[in-house]
């Protein structure tokens, strides 16, 4: 199938700069398989259109801030490390933004030497591995130092420090536990602990499973035929506890309703991997585009998502190539906000 299927012209004024004043306030299209209706909703009604036994899957992954600048030993020459994942004790790999790529050996220095860095190796598209030296943990210089690794079409020229505070609360789930993403699982964004409250009251439980989301969920699908693209591998977890909920939901004739596409990714890989759903690990390589037959989730909960990107495939996978780019000409057209800080679908 040809990437350029999936393309779409979006107005660049309908990319959201800014989340909803409140996480539940934002907008939801709710997008009917069964008789290719949409419903326009918000977020605050999603227990309208669930009912017990139904089950929601969280991812909990948690965001780190990641994004960290600093110089170049000897010259002085602004870097910019967007650290991804720790490879092996105290090395990471990162994806490095300098003028001229630093030598193998070089050091970098972060706030004012607090952390340091040195390039053990460069790689591809702007990888690199460095070697973190800091008196404390990573985890915890960087909630000092490290600023939130928010996508490039969300435009922070110049931040503010009260700015800065909203993007470190708001580009966080409210239920985020197990750091290692640098980017959101953005469907969660939505989520208050009153919504989750509600839902329960009727019936409606929630899990979590674990995807760390890495920078390959921006990559974009450069390829004429989609079929071409390969995606990143990113860490997944199923705790033994969701395994049961989620059997038991289905025993007892309940849907799965994924929040986001990193869950439908987890759950899917989970099944494929174990012929069921059961408590594992591992790494996720899986990439979702139509044909694709889901075994997992029943219902789809996910944010509006860039042209030709993957994420779009999968959403087209589920809900139907001709049924879903038709809603997302509709919510161009009713002028819903897109992306990471924007509105989402419901698709039942």
Same mark, same amino acid.
């Given at each position: 199938m040809r990437t350029a299927a999936f393309d779409y012209t979006l107005p660049p004024d309908c990319i959201a700069q800014q989340p909803a004043m409140?996480?539940?306030?934002?907008? $939801? $299209?709710?997008?009917?398989?069964?008789? =290719?209706?949409?419903?326009?909703? *918000?977020v605050r009604d999603l227990p309208d259109f669930l009912k017990a036994p139904d089950l929601l899957v969280l991812n909990d992954t948690r965001v780190i801030p990641a994004r960290i600048n600093g110089v170049k030993e000897g010259t002085g020459g602004q870097v910019e490390l967007l650290l991804l994942e720790e490879v092996a004790p105290h090395e990471w790999e990162v994806l $490095?933004? +300098? =003028?001229?790529?630093? *030598? /193998?050996? +070089?050091?970098?220095?972060?706030? =004012?030497?607090?952390?340091?860095?040195v390039v053990l190796a460069q790689g591809e598209r702007g990888k690199a591995r460095v070697r973190l030296e800091c008196d404390k943990p990573v985890l915890e210089i960087l909630e000092e130092i490290g600023a939130p690794p928010l996508p490039p079409y969300i435009q922070r020229k110049s931040p503010s420090a009260e700015l800065t505070a909203v993007d470190?609360?708001?580009?966080?789930? /409210? %239920?985020?536990r197990q750091p290692g993403a640098v980017a959101a699982p953005t469907a969660g964004l939505h989520f208050t602990s009153e919504l989750l409250d509600r839902l329960g009251a009727q019936g409606v439980r929630h899990t979590a499973v674990t995807?760390?989301?890495?920078?390959?969920t921006f990559r974009p699908v450069t390829t004429e035929e989609i079929e071409a693209h390969t995606i990143d591998s990113e860490r997944y977890h199923v705790p033994a506890q969701t395994a049961r909920l989620y059997n038991k939901t289905r025993r007892t004739g309940g849907r799965v309703v994924a929040v986001g596409s990193t869950s439908v990714r987890t759950l899917e890989t989970a099944w494929r991997d174990k012929g069921s759903l059961e408590a594992c690990s591992g790494r996720s390589d899986l990439y979702i585009y139509p044909p694709f037959e889901f075994q997992a989730v029943d219902i789809v909960m996910t944010n509006f998502h860039l042209p030709k990107s993957t994420l779009l495939m999968m959403v087209c996978a589920f809900g139907g190539y001709d049924l879903i780019m038709e809603a997302y000409r509709v919510a161009v057209q009713e002028r819903y906000r897109f %992306? +990471? %800080? =924007?509105?989402? $679908?419901?698709?039942?």
């Open positions: 409140e996480r539940d306030r934002a907008r $939801m $299209m709710v997008v009917n398989r069964a008789d =290719g209706t949409f419903t326009h909703a *918000r $490095m933004r +300098s =003028g001229r790529p630093p *030598r /193998i050996g +070089s050091r970098l220095f972060f706030a =004012g030497g607090r952390l340091q860095a470190r609360d708001r580009y966080q789930t /409210i %239920y985020a995807l760390h989301v890495g920078a390959g %992306y +990471s %800080y =924007g509105d989402c $679908m419901l698709i039942l």
